[in-house]
């Protein structure tokens, strides 16, 4: 049965009638159509553009695909209609196309340099096998890769870079043949800079980012997932690891600090920017309420975070909005939330592949 939503459609703002058939979205009229939602404000379907629900909590991967969807479900119950699994140790492509699953974006398993990533999630390579091992991974996935920048290393007592740069740079080149968008976890300061230099495609928590590098991100068009929640832990890593490494607890707790303005001044240059809250592991899921709120708290304007929650990261992962022959993926609140960004943790009602979730 066609379902039929009336209220104020963002971004454009203004009281529009929006007729859902099967999986698209249709503004002309259909007769006999189920009226779901009347009223409130309307927004296509919430974007997490980094999370992991190939990664259970607690840091395990998962065991198989009925953990999958429970993750998922736990998203797609907030409002967050379209996941960017930014790396998963299990592979799910049988979930893409499943009626109650969010869309997915997917990458395959993180490629690392051996016992620098956290253990039984990535592939760990040394420096001659990264390139095809990025490809591989690559195919594994749906369009995206993931590739370890930095982590720490113990021989220096601090975070230092994954591989060496032309290493690094013949990642993003094998991801790219491959067919792929490469992602970039980075931390430091000159991983990041490596890694944009080569022309990743989106750096993952960037907290390292100079101004320099932040001009030649909005001059390209790399995009930004701050995840500050996740950043928000960095006190605790650090706190952690300062008895054996001091110097990195120092860096951890300086980059987090510093990091608010990094986000700020991103967004000021005009560098594409998304809303990730890196769920997986020590972070649950459901929270993209809370990193949208962490983003404006940094300086972003409501109506910029919003769009880089919703419309504008849908349309960067390829998941139409809201217009004629559009996905049918919407979430309505009661109150207009560019007045109020808290309204987002309450929608009122979720529409996910034209089926009704609540």
């Given amino acids: 049965m066609a379902l039929h939503v009336r209220g104020v459609v963002l971004p454009e703002g203004d009281v529009r009638d929006l007729w859902l058939v099967g999986d698209r979205v249709t503004l002309e009229p259909v007769s006999g159509a189920e009226t779901v939602s009347d009223g409130g404000y309307v927004l296509p379907g919430l974007v997490d553009a980094h999370c992991h629900i190939g990664i259970a909590p607690g840091g395990r991967p998962i065991t198989g695909l009925d953990e999958a969807r429970e993750l998922a479900a736990t998203d797609r119950d907030t409002g967050v209609l379209a996941l960017r699994d930014a790396g998963s140790p299990y592979p799910y492509p049988e979930l893409d196309d499943e009626p109650g699953m969010p869309r997915l974006a ?37 369009g995206w ?31 790219h043949e491959a067919g792929a968008r490469a992602a970039v976890h980075t931390f430091s300061e000159e991983a990041v800079a490596v890694m944009v230099r080569a022309g990743v495609d989106s750096v993952e928590h960037g907290t390292g980012l100079s ?25 605790g890593i650090a706190e952690r690891a300062r008895a054996k490494f001091p110097g ?50 940094a300086g972003i304007p409501a109506g910029d975070v919003l769009a880089a929650a919703s419309w504008r990261a849908r349309d960067w992962l390829g998941f139409p909005g809201l217009v004629e022959g559009g996905l049918a993926d919407l979430v309505v609140y009661p109150e207009d939330p560019r007045a109020d960004l808290a309204v987002v ?13 609540r």
């Fill in 106 to 142: 997917r990458a395959g398993r993180h490629v690392a340099a051996p016992k620098r990533y956290l253990r039984e999630v990535g592939v760990e390579v040394d420096g001659a096998d990264v390139a095809p091992v990025v490809a591989a991974q690559a195919r594994a996935g749906n």
């Fill in 145 to 175: 890769v993931k590739v370890v920048g930095d982590w720490l290393d113990r021989s220096v007592g601090d975070l230092a870079p994954s591989w060496d740069a032309a290493t690094m740079a013949a990642a993003v080149r094998a991801a």
């Fill in 211 to 235: 101004v320099d590098l932040i001009d030649e991100m909005a001059r390209h068009g790399t995009a930004l997932v701050p995840t500050m929640i996740n950043i928000r832990t960095f006190g």
């Fill in 248 to 297: 990195y607890a120092d860096h951890m707790v300086a980059l987090s600090d510093r990091f608010p303005g990094v986000v700020r001044a991103a967004h000021e240059a005009g560098v594409p920017i998304y809303v990730g809250t890196d769920a997986g592991g020590g972070i649950r899921h459901g929270l993209v309420a809370e990193e949208i709120l962490l983003l404006h708290e």
């Fill in 345 to 357: 943790r309450h929608p009122s009602r979720i529409v996910l592949r034209g089926r009704v979730v």
